[in-house]
């Protein structure tokens, strides 16, 4: 068993990064009585990996799933074919550059990055180039860390430009202003790292859904007890929560969007199934959670 101190100068680590790691789950150390943290051997041994993997630039929501996957070569090869895009891209702009920069030929250049560049996009980059500006941010909010891979098949093709044509057409929901202003603001304040962590406590509570339930019995009353009250049924939460409903259940978001979406990406269908069993595992527990869902 080892003290932070000693952790810290055998990994490499500062303090405040230990710390942050084991707030994200990575490591469990032991708590002594008088409420100084002890680290075994394997906490050593993950933190030294956590430090490797941090180096080459994988996230904490991609490293979790390197800890937890039982071929780890396997789950890091995914992190290497988004290195390698990323790698190609680069390459493929630089000479795209040179060009301009040599014979500034904007219809050459076209022809040149929807040749080179673009088949190299992820999903995410494709609707970010679509949609620019906060609805292509919003989207990527909510569904980035799904959208990681390539177009490679016609069947995706064919999902990704129903997915295009439905969010290009549908009315943007009429928000109030005051509401406008909310979202803008809640949006304006998450940083992709606090957009990651708030991602990966979802996943864990929809992969771990009784534990979840079991830890947060308190949280999840009180929670209830607040959606019932005046004070929410007034708030611009409760407002835009009643917006976006309607506007999910009468816009075809379920049957275009989600449906194509499942296609489009493997790791959102394995997501949205784990969703649905933990939907009906939570209101099972709890019946009066299906109120929420309805306008």
Known sequence: MMLIKDVCRECKLTKKAIEYYEQQGLIS???????????????????????VLRKLGISIAEIKDILASPNKSAALAKCKYRMDLEVEKAIAKKKCLERLVKDYDIEQAITYIEEEIEKNFTIKEKLLQAFPGSYGMFLCIHFGQFLYGKIDTEEKERAYNKIVEFLD??????????LEEF?????????????????????DAINNVDVYMEEN????EKYFEYI??????????????????????????YDIFIENLKILSESYREYYERLQAANK???????????IYKV
Do not use: C, T
């Open 281 to 291: 595992a939570f209101i099972d527990r709890y019946p009066q959670a299906e109120k």
């Open 169 to 178: 057409k549908i009315q943007e929901i009429e928000f109030p202003k005051e």
């Open 217 to 220: 019995k308190e949280a999840i």
């Open 183 to 203: 979202l803008e603001q809640g949006i304006g304040l998450l940083e992709e790292i606090d957009m990651e962590k708030i991602n990966s406590s979802i996943i």
């Open 29 to 51: 150390p032991k708590i002594n009585e008088n409420g100084y943290r002890n680290y075994s051997p394997e906490d050593v041994s993950v933190l030294k990996e956590i430090r």
């Open 228 to 253: 019932n009250s005046d004070e929410y049924k007034n708030s611009p939460a409760y407002k835009m929560k009643q917006l976006l409903l309607k506007f999910q259940q009468e816009s075809g978001y």
